[in-house]
């Protein structure tokens, strides 16, 4: 789950010179995807300046690198899924409902990626994106992938993609883990609407022994 970048509409006037027309469009293009490129940089470091060093127990796990799941059936991981716990981020703070995540899978090897939840006011709020596979050498299958809402013309730049690491995964499918590298994010995830409460902490504990903070979980499975 990542926030949807914002461009702006850049203004063309009329030309009678078509050369000189098709420059201008360019200039602008330019600038609408280097203003971007500008504010997503400035806000990797802001969040990386804001990012605390974790739990003091959980330190030393910080700095080992997470290990995913391999293989992933992609097409058994497929369909929806239901939030059950959270680490707070920005781009979910209106949902304070429930949260679901449709995963379908595309021809090309992609998978689109429909993300939903329920605000406040009972409106429902979506994000369309798009997933790709990322591979890992001597881990085929390996369930890293990286997820974009922005728009496809984006798709170049690489501060679009935001991590999805599949830590656990039970082997019916029913049950998964999901973080980020840096231990900035965290989901549960399961097939069921609402998780038994047992198996959920079994899910937070073993987060916990790979460094996330878990005191700071949002529990919003209903």
């Not at 990386?48 to 060093?53: E, G, I, R, W, Y």
């Not at 949902?95 to 090897?109: I, K, L, N, R, W």
């Not at 549960?188 to 979980?217: I, M, N």
Request: aromatic fraction near 8%; proline fraction near 9%.
């Amino acid at each position: 789950m990542t926030q949807r970048p914002r461009r702006d509409t850049p203004v063309v006037l009329p030309f009678d010179d078509r050369r000189t027309s098709q420059a201008i469009g360019a200039m602008a293009t330019a600038f609408v995807v280097g203003g971007v490129a500008t504010w997503l940089a400035l806000g990797a470091v802001r969040t990386a300046h804001a990012q605390p060093a974790g739990p003091a127990d959980g330190a030393p796990l910080m700095r080992a690198p997470l290990q995913v799941v391999a293989p992933v059936d992609l097409q058994r991981y497929a369909g929806v899924w239901h939030e059950q716990a959270r680490l707070p981020n920005r781009f979910q703070k209106r949902c304070v409902g429930p949260v679901s995540a449709e995963y379908t899978p595309q021809p090309d090897g992609t998978v689109q990626v429909l993300n939903s939840c329920v605000r406040a006011d009972g409106n429902v709020d979506e994000a369309m994106g798009s997933a790709r596979v990322v591979p890992v050498p001597g881990q085929p299958g390996a369930g890293r992938l990286e997820v974009r809402f922005a728009p496809s013309w984006l798709s170049w730049l690489p501060l679009v993609w935001g991590d999805y690491w599949i830590l656990k995964l039970d082997r019916d499918y029913q049950v998964s883990l999901v973080g980020t590298p840096n231990r900035e994010y965290l989901w549960v995830l399961s097939r069921a609407p609402r998780l038994d409460a047992a198996v959920l902490e079994a899910e937070l504990d073993y987060a916990r022994s790979l460094g996330f903070d878990t005191d700071k979980v949002v529990l919003t499975g209903k």
